[in-house]
């Protein structure tokens, strides 16, 4: 396309997105990435997977001398060819960084840290745990938590489970509020699954693929592969987001319409269908229960409406439309960035809406796809198995927020950022407030600084266990060299105040791979998947119920009709109501909120470089990449602003503000600002180094997320 991603930032990292397919062969280029040259000891091969995003790449280590030499790309891997991206490939020099933290430590009241032995640390949070039972009783459990994922394996996040239910807690908050949660909870309410409904090996199957703001190039890399398979085929790619991206390049066409309004886009593409009469009747009545409700719902989304809040001509709309409304076999890609809204709720539905009034949801090249889904099941089925069936509701984590503002949270197991929630500085203050906070992690970071106790965590390759990814992969990775200091995996750190806590429950597992055959023997959705098939194999699909079990492909809906309770879907929804309740995203500053005083619309997302809040930003061969805190701008809003390429500036919300510099590029719309979403204040390292975005992000929610994106800013020139 003319106007694609520029090539000089598309070139910056193409070394490493080459690298990424291929060993590490070069001693005086890898080094900075943890090469450890050769000493003449056998060498094995030893497989692994990377633990970052959920493509769940799987690699071979080479293993000399009790290091690691080189990892490459599993070419056996159907989702990833073999290829890796940047990020997974830091993780050898992670493993070896001067700033990790290899011992637990104790935070004194005075702000100092002690060292204490890995015993010490267990016995601490015994004690407190046991101080909680003993007081609380049966109410005890209301007064623990733990912010989840646990990075280190599934069988970690199984472990840390049963371990909170000896105190009868179930409150596992997980990361997903704040970035697919709407969607996830919209699929599950209108298709009866929460996660994709096909896979993305489908992409070539199709005649057009929607990659509605799915940045696939800069968060999953390897996926790259199905959108060249793809283009191959002859599908027709079309990209929806308001910023030209890597992603731009492999497309046909892209929309970019103003941030916040893609609910519009999506409700106006339903109104056109009707209009022209070109949806299948008989399969849309089949799947939607009040079909009826489709045209009045959407009466005045017509074009002109469409087109004035959106920003497109009316030529990219009838384009967009006319495909939409031709295209015999269509899978929607949907991004994180849709559930980072306040109007989330009715883009998501309007978008599945529309792909069933084209009978486009079930079928070979047909469904939806979204982006961090697919996590298997099964891991509260064992817990239930020791512990006895959880009949109490969990907590959000905006309740579980509101519970240690009023001090009524004694212990906190901390293993996801705070910082990924907005206004991170109230959350930190909340955090405070909780007397006894543990986290797990590598490095002295924003999470450190608010805990009592640091434990220190395993990187992948030092520890056992399965992990899993998009399509409900698992993937199985053998302990291929021994951590450093008193690093510990996080499923023995909760096994072992488990097993003190509650011995008579809790099972007395000794590895991952113990852990994996009770779930093979009591949840009968993992029968067929047996350590034997997990290793011979990159990834396997869950569920299996019989060891010889085929994996499934393609659509989940495999008896011909949806998997709710009806096997159909609303218009009119009971709890969230119609799909014409569209606003503009809470904050925004032509939102009935809005403040003139903060004209710009703020968006924030992931880069290449950077994973989630913490690791990668201390890596240096990753840190070359970055640039910091950066704002994108328009030439237009920077000529309007009085604004240069590299002044420096404050970026403000109505929270306040940070320092960033300025990036003058086409890459984003007039009168929008774009920021990086994970830079770190506590990397020693100054390319990453900035305060978090979400430290000056409101507080926003709908009904089911954390929102980041469309808020009110400002820049003003320091």
């Known amino acids: 396309m003319p106007d694609a991603y520029s090539r000089r930032n598309f070139l910056k990292l193409s070394a490493a997105l080459v690298a990424g397919g291929a060993a590490i062969a070069n001693p005086s280029q890898a080094r900075a990435i943890g090469y450890v040259p050769p000493k003449g000891g056998p060498v094995t091969e030893v497989k692994g997977y990377c633990p970052f995003c959920q493509v769940r790449c799987t690699y071979t280590a080479r293993v000399q001398d009790g290091k690691i030499l080189n990892i490459t790309g599993d070419k056996e891997n159907h989702w990833t060819g073999g290829a890796m991206c940047p990020k997974g490939m830091s993780i050898l020099e992670l493993m070896d960084s001067p700033f990790r933290i290899t011992e637990p430590m104790y935070h004194e009241p005075d702000g100092s840290w002690r060292r204490i032995s890995y015993q010490e640390a267990v016995d601490m949070v015994v004690e407190r745990m046991k101080a909680v039972r003993d007081k609380y009783g049966e109410k005890g459990g209301n007064r623990v938590a733990l912010t989840m994922p646990l990075w280190d394996c599934f069988e970690s996040e199984v472990a840390a489970l049963m371990t909170l239910r000896t105190v009868g807690c179930v409150q596992a908050m997980p990361p997903g509020e704040t970035c697919v949660s ?317 097993l003190k806590m509650d011995p008579e429950h809790y099972p007395n597992f000794k590895d991952p791979e113990e852990i994996c055959r009770m779930m093979q023997k009591e949840v009968p959705s993992w029968k067929g998947i047996t350590m034997e098939r997990m290793r011979s194999s990159a990834t396997v699909t869950w569920p299996l119920y019989a060891e010889g079990d085929e994996e499934r492909k393609g659509t989940v809906f495999t008896e011909g009709k949806l998997l709710t309770a009806t096997g159909k879907m609303t218009v009119v929804d009971r709890v969230f109501g119609g799909i014409n309740r569209w606003d503009y995203p809470k904050g925004h500053p032509k939102s009935k909120d809005g403040k003139k005083d903060f004209p710009l619309i703020l968006t924030q997302g992931k880069q290449l470089w950077h994973w989630q809040q913490t690791l990668t930003n201390f890596a240096r061969s990753m840190a070359q990449f970055s640039n910091g805190r950066f704002v994108q701008v328009n030439p237009k809003t920077a000529q309007e602003l009085g604004l240069k390429q590299r002044d420096r500036v404050m970026l403000e919300t109505t929270m306040g503000g940070i320092e960033a510099w300025v990036d003058i590029t086409d890459n984003v719309l007039p009168g929008a600002v774009f920021t990086p979403a994970n830079c770190c204040r506590t990397t020693p390292l100054k390319e990453n180094q900035s305060e978090s975005i979400c430290d000056i992000l409101p507080n926003y929610w709908d009904r089911i997320s954390a929102q980041h994106n469309c808020t009110g800013c400002r820049l003003r020139k320091i």
């Open 182 to 498: 709407t969607a996830s909870n919209m699929l599950g309410l209108m298709l009866g699954v929460n996660s994709g409904s096909t896979q993305v090996d489908e992409l070539p199957k199709a005649e057009t693929v929607i990659l509605w703001g799915a940045n696939v190039n800069d968060l999953y890399p390897p996926y790259t592969r199905w959108l060249k398979a793809a283009r191959e085929a002859g599908t027709k790619i079309i990209y929806i987001d308001p910023r030209k991206t890597r992603t731009s390049i492999w497309c046909d066409n892209q929309l970019r319409p103003q941030p916040g309004t893609d609910g519009v886009l999506a409700l106006g593409a339903i109104h056109y269908i009707l209009e022209k009469g070109a949806y299948a009747e008989e399969r849309a009545r089949f799947q939607i229960e009040d079909f009826e409700n489709l045209a009045p719902q959407t009466e005045k989304f017509t074009l002109e409406h469409v087109q004035s809040i959106t920003g497109l001509s009316r030529e990219e709309l009838v384009a967009f439309y006319d495909t939409v409304a031709s295209s015999r076999k269509t899978i929607v890609w949907i991004g994180g960035s849709l559930s980072r809204q306040t109007n989330g709720i009715t883009t998501d539905r309007s978008i599945i809406l529309m792909q069933a009034l084209r009978d486009n949801l079930i079928g070979e090249g047909k469904g939806m796809l979204t982006f961090q889904s697919g996590k298997p099941g099964g891991g509260e089925e064992l817990v239930d198995h020791y512990f006895g069936e959880n009949h109490t509701p969990k907590m959000n984590f905006r309740r579980l927020r509101m519970a240690m503002e009023k001090k009524n949270l004694d212990i906190l197991f901390l293993n996801s950022s705070y910082r990924r929630n907005p206004d991170a500085l109230g959350v930190r203050k909340a955090i405070q407030k909780v007397p006894f906070v543990v986290h797990m992690g590598f490095f002295l970071d924003e999470e450190s600084e608010v805990s009592t106790l640091f434990i220190p965590a395993t990187f992948g390759p030092e520890s056992q266990g399965c992990g899993y990814g998009n399509e409900n992969q698992v993937a199985w990775r053998e302990k291929i060299v021994e951590a450093p200091g008193s690093c510990v995996p996080a499923w023995q750190f909760y096994r072992d105040i488990g």
